[in-house]
């Protein structure tokens, strides 16, 4: 089974500043890779997802996250945050050879908040 | 299209008590989920369904029940409510196998 390892549980920063969020997974199959964004008081959305192909994946609002094999990692980015990017960021995982179930493993999340 | 639908969005009962979570979809998406999260936790799956007639267990399924008998619907049943599922739910669904999820908007319980 899979499981994911999000190490920074809290972060802080001042608008302007890079963000990198960690995220391990554990499982030796091919994986699909998502993030997930919770902004205060609302449901998760998509931020962005890796199924194959460029490890560099693009997502929503200027965020990008690299999968480097390797590592079993796939951490999240954005280069300068916002005060409006105060959430609860989310990695999640599921394999990508399973053709029945739809079963997505979380990670414990990070609370990010950002001072204006 | 209203996307995942859950109700209620608060509901507070008192142990022992019985309860169903509802939560529709009109994407037209085979693929249904309930999660649980708690602080610390993240979400955790409690039951899923690959189609209508078919669920399975999650990762928490104890002290849940569920049923698919549409496409749209995936209710979640507490058939004797604890403290210890005191959580906020969230229903998901997607198009298929290892897909994106899209979430509801959640229904926070409290058990007294």
């Known amino acids: 089974a899979q499981s994911v390892s999000q190490h920074n549980h809290h972060v802080i920063l001042s608008e302007a500043a890079s963000l990198e969020l960690g995220c391990n997974y554990s499982?030796?199959?091919?994986?699909?890779l998502f993030w997930y964004v919770q902004y205060p008081g609302q449901h998760l959305q998509l931020l962005l997802k890796?199924?194959?192909?460029?490890?560099l994946v693009k997502g929503i609002k200027g965020f990008e996250a690299e999968f480097i094999k390797s590592k079993f990692s796939f951490n999240l980015r954005k280069p300068s945050v916002q005060w409006s990017d105060t959430a609860e960021y989310f990695c999640?995982?599921?394999?990508?050879?399973?053709?029945?179930?739809?079963?997505?493993?979380f990670g414990t999340g990070t609370r990010l908040a950002v001072r204006p | 299209n209203a996307g995942v639908t859950q109700t209620p969005k608060f509901q507070v009962l008192k142990t022992g008590q019985s309860m169903t979570l509802q939560c529709a979809q009109d994407?037209?998406?085979?693929?249904m989920s309930w999660y649980r999260q708690d602080p610390g936790m993240g979400l955790r799956l409690i039951h899923y369904?690959?189609?209508?007639?078919?669920?399975d267990q999650g990762e928490v399924p104890n002290g849940y029940n569920v049923s698919r008998s549409t496409t749209e619907d995936f209710p979640l049943r507490l058939l004797s409510a604890a403290p210890s599922q005191t959580s906020v739910y969230f229903c998901?669904?997607?198009?298929?196998?290892?897909?994106?999820?899209?979430f509801g908007p959640g229904t926070r319980l409290t058990v007294l």
């Open positions: 369904s690959v189609g209508a007639g078919i669920t």
């Open positions: 998901a669904s997607s198009y298929g196998a290892n897909l994106e999820q899209f």
């Open positions: 890796y199924f194959s192909g460029d490890p």
């Open positions: 999640a995982v599921n394999d990508a050879e399973k053709s029945s179930g739809d079963k997505l493993t």
């Open positions: 994407m037209n998406h085979e693929y």
């Open positions: 499982y030796g199959g091919t994986v699909n």
